[in-house]
């Protein structure tokens, strides 16, 4: 979330009871906070209505069986309840967090036998970047990716990206390019593209990336836009003489990486493959908005 947005105005739902964010508790004990021990999921509200939701509802169970905790909801509870809270939320467009964690329990590493999970939900307004980024681009800096091998599931646990993002701001930048040994794999908080001679690059889905929604919407829109694109293993080397880079999520949509450890990316400013995805993304929200035989939510 934008730290600009005032959570004033945010609206909580803690096990299946509303409430205004300010107002919302969680005990001390609950293992999300002593361990960090949950899963999490962002999704993006467009006129009320959850985007991708079935994408966002598989990743949840995905993470969930990969912490071995139980799903608490089925599907259509799921979608319940994040449309209740979407319905009560301050503006048409949200971001919607929802998180699951093992519950309030004495602390000891081990599972506890009898707890139940603790699922929290909050949904702020949507804050989508502001058009001056659109048109200027961002910058980013390089880091080693130090994550754990499991960075394919959406886990609360998130002290080495919150480390990792720093570096970026520390250094006036706004997001992370992370390399593993010596390759591509996201951001602290996004997915990464590259653009080389008009074909889209993307590193595959495997345990070192989060299988970002918006990852997946870009590859769609990729292949209908007639965008060639591979997915494939992308070099350090690649990255720095690449002529796009882009980082995509659910609150950031996409961005141009305009200059990486303060060099230019391609000729420093957005490219010409940017801007036309920038604009099917665009006509794909608002399709959303007015949804008619073309809209593919
Ligand atoms: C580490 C990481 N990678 C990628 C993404 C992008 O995922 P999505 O497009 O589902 O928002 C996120 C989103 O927050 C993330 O935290």
Redesign the pocket.
Known sequence: MDASVPTEQGVACINGEFMPLTEARIPALDRGFIFGDGVYE?IPIYSRRPFRLEGHLQRLERSLDGIRLANPHTRAQWGNLIEELARRGPTEDQSLYLQVTRGVAKRDHAFPKDAQPTVFMMTNPLAVPEARLVSEGVSAVSAIDNRWLR?DLKTIALLP?VLLRQLAVDAGAAEVVLLRDGRLT??????IFVVKNGVLLSPPKSNL??A????DVILELAQSGQIPCEVRAISEAEVRAADEVWL???TREVLAITKLDGKPIGEGRPGAVFKRMYALFQELKAGLRNPGPRAHA
Do not use: F, K
């Not at 996201?186 to 997915?191: C, K, L, M, R, V």
């Open positions: 962002v960075c990206n996201e951001g602290s908080a996004s997915n990336i989060l970002g929604i918006t990852y995509t999520s659910s």
